[in-house]
């Protein structure tokens, strides 16, 4: 069963400061990966995807990727109060078509 | 800019009544896609659709379900009989293709009393 783990939270950060979002996953041969914010009752967003190791960067918004540790991270720079969400990260499931989502960690920026 | 929409909102109905979601996804992509996503917890895929049939299905997506794209523009997923664990709110997705990014819609929420 492949999985994908995130921390529940919430994590509480200061407006302005840098939120650390992490997610891990069991099936090394995963290929893709994707960041979806979702507010409560709403769908999920999309905000990132990566598909290779190393950074991505997307205005106040890294995607960061690293296959040998099997861990995806996002971080939000200067991070406002409308960043308050909960964030899923999913994979493509590789040779399929389903993405497969964590539990998602809900974030709070505190005003 | 293009998006996916979702109609009705919100679904209320009795438990063993059908009932029927509708998706439009957005107008160039080739792939849909239902999910599902049960009150607090992580959002489940249900069902994969192209090219006028399924591709993948999970093991939620038994035989009281079932998807349709009855025309050019809109694809349905009907459950059958509803049971109260149906509850949850249902997002249909799209992609343009295999490889590429889903987007998803706003959702219906249903409510099987």
């Known amino acids: 069963q492949k999985e994908v783990e995130q921390n529940s939270g919430p994590l509480s950060v200061p407006e302005g400061a840098i939120a650390s979002l992490n997610c891990t996953y069991s099936?090394?041969?995963?290929?893709?990966f994707f960041w979806y914010r979702q507010y409560s009752g709403k769908s999920p967003e999309l905000i990132m995807f990566?598909?290779?190791?190393g950074d991505k960067e997307d205005g106040r918004f890294t995607a960061q990727l690293n296959k040998a540790s099997q861990y995806v991270s996002l971080l939000i720079r200067d991070s406002q109060p409308s960043d308050s969400a909960t964030y899923l990260c999913?994979?493509?499931?590789?040779?399929?078509?389903?993405?497969?989502f964590g539990t998602g960690t809900r974030l709070k920026v505190l005003a | 800019e293009p998006e996916v929409t979702q109609t009705p909102s919100h679904q209320v109905t009795q438990m063993g009544q059908e009932v029927i979601l509708r998706c439009v996804p957005i107008?160039?992509?080739?792939?849909f896609y239902w999910y599902r996503q049960i009150l607090g917890q992580k959002v489940e895929f249900l069902v994969s659709?192209?090219?006028?049939?399924?591709?993948?299905k999970s093991e939620i997506f038994d035989d009281q379900f079932s998807v349709e794209r009855p025309d050019g523009s809109n694809f349905t997923l009907k459950i059958r009989s509803t049971k109260l664990e149906d509850s949850a709110m249902y997002f249909c997705?799209?992609?343009?293709?295999?490889?590429?990014?889903?987007?998803f819609g706003p959702g219906t929420r249903l409510t099987v009393l």
């Open positions: 997705a799209s992609s343009l293709g295999l490889a590429n990014e889903q987007f």
């Open positions: 099936d090394r041969g995963s290929q893709s």
């Open positions: 990566i598909y290779s190791n």
């Open positions: 999913a994979l493509g499931d590789s040779g399929t078509y389903k993405y497969i």
């Open positions: 107008s160039n992509h080739l792939y």
């Open positions: 659709f192209y090219n006028n049939e399924i591709s993948e």
